[in-house]
């Protein structure tokens, strides 16, 4: 069998564990690598054992010269739309880091060219893959709690500034917002099947990755986004989403998940609560509580969880190749991811102007 031809655009930190999954896997093989920095690339490959793949510092020639079935893009967040959108239009398919993009505009770009070029392109949230997200969405979908109203998420690191592209406005857009905030706003959106969002109202500070003394200085210096955000989002429906998202704050947590219904309501806590990086759901979660009343009692049943122990990004990776090999949809398609991200855009937008903002999406 002929094995897929995989390139992987941006050869940083996340590009590790493309590779890593891909290298378990003997249907594909990485032939190429990219990254704008020189020299990085190269030795980002010749790390994995990848001597006889390509190395590029212009990604447009690894794409128009190496016959590339599909490829990863790991890029910082500024800069997935672009690469993204030169991949697909090279004819390959996309498996793209998180989150799909900054601005609401270029993940329509995206999804205008997915559909022009019919090729395939799956947003990375590997928490998808967990057996702990998987049950929380089963529990939604059975229909238990009645007419879902009010979602109340976000996630809660109390000392979790990253270093490197994540800070600076212009490569990474958006900070805890979107750097861990599409993970939780994925998770109950995902449970809830991503109903459109119409409006939201939303701040966000930057008081501790400004400041000295929670940051070093050399990042401090340099740092540019948002290191906590809330916001009120109407969703279609009738559905209120409360959401919160910190990398820093004097708190343990922002509180639980919680998902109020008309017949029963759903606790999901938040695992290693108290920890510096603890909080954030990106895929990981404490105990679930349903709420309930019984022979006219009000009770609540624990719902036991199961980690499936297999690797997240191993299963984004793997899902994705399927796709591919056997023409199915994307996994996390851009169809759901779009509303994800019209959130974190209408956040930025709300902050910025310090009112609620209408949240319009182009039908494409
Ligand atoms: N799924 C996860 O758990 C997870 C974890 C960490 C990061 N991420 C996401 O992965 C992305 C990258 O994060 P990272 O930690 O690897 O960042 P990084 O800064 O370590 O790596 C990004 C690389 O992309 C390169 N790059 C930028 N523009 C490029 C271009 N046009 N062509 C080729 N290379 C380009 C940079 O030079 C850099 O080497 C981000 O979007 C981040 O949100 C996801």
Redesign the pocket.
């Known amino acids: 069998m002929k094995k897929l031809r995989i390139g992987i655009?941006?050869?940083?930190?996340?590009?590790n564990s493309h590779v890593g999954s891909y290298l378990r896997m003997d249907d594909v093989e990485v032939v190429a690598g990219?990254?704008?920095?020189p020299g990085?690339a190269r030795a980002f490959l010749d790390r994995h054992g990848l001597t006889d793949a390509k190395a590029f510092e212009d990604?447009q020639t690894m794409l128009d010269t190496m016959n590339l079935d599909a490829v990863s893009v790991?890029?910082?967040?500024t800069?997935?739309a672009?690469?993204a959108i030169a991949a697909m239009k090279a004819g390959c398919h996309v498996l793209l880091?998180?989150?799909m993009t900054v601005t609401l505009a270029d993940a329509l770009d995206i999804r205008r060219t997915e559909k022009e070029t019919g090729r395939i392109l799956t947003v990375?949230f590997?928490p998808r893959y967990d057996g702990r997200m998987q049950k929380i969405k089963e529990v939604i979908q059975s229909g238990r709690l009645g007419k879902i109203y009010y979602i109340q998420t976000g996630g809660g690191r109390r000392r979790g500034i990253p270093g490197?592209?994540f800070i600076e406005k212009d490569l990474a857009g958006v900070g805890a917002l979107a750097?861990i905030g599409c993970y939780s706003l994925d998770m109950v959106l995902n449970a809830i099947g991503y109903p459109k969002p119409l409006t939201v109202s939303a701040v966000s500070y930057d008081y501790f990755g400004k400041n000295p003394k929670y940051t070093p200085e050399k990042d401090a210096k340099r740092f540019s986004v948002d290191d906590f955000c809330g916001a009120f989002i109407r969703l279609e429906g009738g559905i209120t989403l409360d959401f919160r998202m910190s990398w820093a704050m004097h708190m343990d947590t922002t509180g639980n998940t919680i998902f109020l219904g008309t017949d029963a309501g759903l606790k999901v806590e938040p695992a290693n609560v108290g920890t510096a990086w603890g909080g954030a759901w990106?895929g990981s979660c404490g105990d679930i509580t349903l709420f309930h009343d019984d022979f006219g009692e009000m009770t609540c049943t624990p719902i036991p969880l199961h980690d499936n122990k297999e690797d997240r990004f191993f299963l984004k990776c793997r899902a994705f190749v399927d796709a591919v090999e056997q023409g199915l949809p994307a996994p996390i398609p851009t169809s759901q991811i779009i509303y994800n991200q019209a959130i974190i855009d209408g956040i930025i937008r709300s902050s910025a102007c310090g009112h609620e903002v209408n949240i319009e999406i182009e039908e494409i």
């Open positions: 655009i941006g050869t940083g930190g996340i590009a990219a990254d704008i920095i990085k990604t790991c890029t910082y967040n800069a997935h672009v690469c880091e998180k989150p990375g590997q490197g592209t750097d990106d």
